[in-house]
């Protein structure tokens, strides 16, 4: 008898979506199994208009194939996919933030030039320049993402941001802000110090180290924003997803480029993790005896924490073995040709 597992409504509060052709690739494998995701507005050029933000969500919700669910008419659809959209931190004025905040579900903040896209990020943070955009979001209750890294040394990079992250939280307390994709001990410590303060893990750094990047031969399908890091630090995430820690939520960070953008001498940053993430969970929550704590890591935290109410999906998987494409399209994922212990057995 193989064991199952019921997730219900999945979301994945960090996802890159791309656009155009890579879009209609991606999208979907994201939509089948999750009931939402948080968009990231990291295009070229960077999501930093209402209009914008309308159009990108019209080109996603044609990707994935299905209109909008009309509210009014409580549809259970499990085609259903909420993308909830993000707009590029720039200093905004609060009328513009007034305009569009029935739009976005929150802003995301790139240090200038820090990862993929982010060039047109911020390039001091200097909180006089900044009050009046933050003070807006905080009035009009609009959560704040950051890609925390400064541009020391690459391992230091997230640990070196932590005096900015204290800053922010200190400054605007009423401000929700969502330390993204963290990986080290530290960021993690930093989220019992500040009640504002959340965070989200990604399925790769609950699974590497920097050895597996490089410790061998260089596996540029694993190379990411922030690196992977030490053991230690890989623990320290592990606790708090497998734990359901209440102020930390799954985004995957799934971020895909071209084969040839990876497998070439100037590898892209980003690792593809759409495709397997609910099965790689089952499985690494499952083989700690935690299967009961992955409901809130993937779903309920992120509702509780961001007030969002998605439609009804129920996925159920099983620890049936599955083996994993080599590629989608032109991407590859993680884990490609390998075979990974759970699968997903139906959705609803
Ligand atoms: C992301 C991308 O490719 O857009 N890359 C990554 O390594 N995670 C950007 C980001 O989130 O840093
Ligand atoms: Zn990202």
Request: hydrophobic share 40%; charged share 20%; net charge negative.
């Amino acid at each position: 008898m193989s064991k199952q597992h019921t997730l219900l409504m999945p979301l994945d509060m960090h996802l890159h979506l791309r656009d155009g052709v890579m879009l209609e690739t991606v999208a979907p494998l994201t939509s089948y199994t999750f009931s939402g995701a948080l968009i990231m507005p990291n295009l070229v050029p960077p999501v930093t208009s209402k209009d914008a933000v309308i159009a990108y969500k019209e080109r996603v919700m044609a990707a994935v194939g299905v209109e909008a669910a009309d509210p009014e008419l409580d549809l259970v659809n499990s085609d259903y996919f909420e993308p909830y959209m993000t707009l590029f931190y720039q200093n905004y004025d609060k009328e513009f933030l007034e305009d569009v905040a029935d739009e976005i579900t929150s802003l995301k903040l790139y240090p200038a030039g820090i990862t993929t896209n982010s060039e047109g990020g911020v390039s001091s943070f200097d909180l006089d320049t900044m009050r009046p955009t933050l003070q807006a979001m905080s009035d009009l209750e609009i959560p704040l993402c950051v890609h925390g890294e400064t541009d020391g040394f690459v391992m230091d990079r997230e640990a070196e941001f932590m005096s900015i992250y204290e800053l922010l939280a200190s400054n605007f307390p009423d401000l929700k802000i969502i330390m993204e994709h963290i990986t080290t001990k530290v960021a993690v410590d930093m989220l019992d110090e500040y009640p504002n303060l959340y965070a989200t893990i990604t399925l790769h750094h609950l699974l590497i180290t920097l050895d597996d990047v490089a410790g061998g031969m260089l596996k540029p399908h694993l190379f990411c924003k922030p690196i992977a890091k030490r053991p230690e630090d890989r623990e320290a995430l592990l606790k708090v997803a497998l734990d359901g820690h209440p102020k930390v939520m799954f985004g995957s960070d799934s971020a895909p480029h071209p084969q040839h953008k990876k497998e070439s001498c100037g590898c892209a940053a980003g690792v593809f993790t759409a495709p397997i993430a609910l099965q790689s969970l089952c499985e690494l929550f499952d083989s700690h005896g935690k299967l009961d704590n992955l409901q809130s890591f993937v779903s309920d935290n992120a509702q509780r924490i961001y007030g969002i109410c998605p439609e009804f999906k129920e996925i159920v998987l099983s620890d049936e073995p599955f083996t994993v494409p080599e590629k989608y399209g032109n991407v590859v994922p993680m884990y490609a040709g390998e075979t990974i212990g759970w699968s997903i057995e139906s959705v609803e």
